[in-house]
């Protein structure tokens, strides 16, 4: 298994605006080869920002670099033009790897 | 569904003997009520340490809640003592609540 996690600080004031850009967009990823599940999480709020991250589980790394390459990737992202002003700082992208899984 | 996350930065010498203290521990994590999945996962490779996050998925962030008060914590924790020289600085506990789930 393979996660990519992109960390988002949102200003608390467009926080509404981000979950609702989310939520409407088409992210196209059910057709992607090696997708297994997306989530978007919605983390701690410090003062200046309210922390979000997007997990994408991968079958494997190979799965993710694919989709990078694909028009499905560009299509998925055309949405996000204009956010800009959401964020402090840009998103930071982490890749990891599974060493362990345990489901109940 | 609830997601906390812990984030380790490991140094580099000690990435197999932490690897090893959590495939080896027994984490009680199956028998508790709101469990969903656990993982452990590794990340980039910086300077002078590699990060791991450790994702456990909760029905609740009551499950969550429940589960640090629990003997089956304490017994899960008990293991790590001994630990601490394996860390650059202390584990970082973030708790998320999902806006949206996507699955294949």
Same mark, same amino acid.
């Given at each position: 298994?393979? *996660? ?5 600080? !949102? ?9 609702? +850009? ?6 196209? +990823? ?5 997708? !297994? ?13 309210? +922390? ?9 790394? $190979? ?5 990078? @390459?694909?028009? $499905?990737?560009? $299509?998925?992202?055309?949405? $996000? ?6 964020? +402090?700082?840009?998103?930071? *992208?982490?890749?990891?790897?599974? !060493?362990?899984? *345990?489901? @109940?």
């Amino acid at each position: 298994m393979y *996660l990519t996690m992109n960390r988002f600080k !949102v200003a608390p004031g467009e926080a509404e605006a981000f979950e609702a +850009l989310w939520k409407t967009r088409d992210s196209h +990823l059910k057709s992607v080869p090696g997708f !297994v599940q997306f989530s978007l999480l919605k983390g701690p709020e410090a003062g200046d920002h309210v +922390l979000y991250a997007s997990h994408t589980i991968w079958e494997s790394e $190979a799965a993710f670099k694919d989709w990078t @390459k694909s028009e $499905a990737f560009r $299509a998925a992202h055309s949405g $996000a033009k204009g956010s800009d002003h959401m964020y +402090l700082g840009a998103p930071v *992208l982490e890749c990891f790897d599974a !060493v362990q899984v *345990l489901s @109940k």
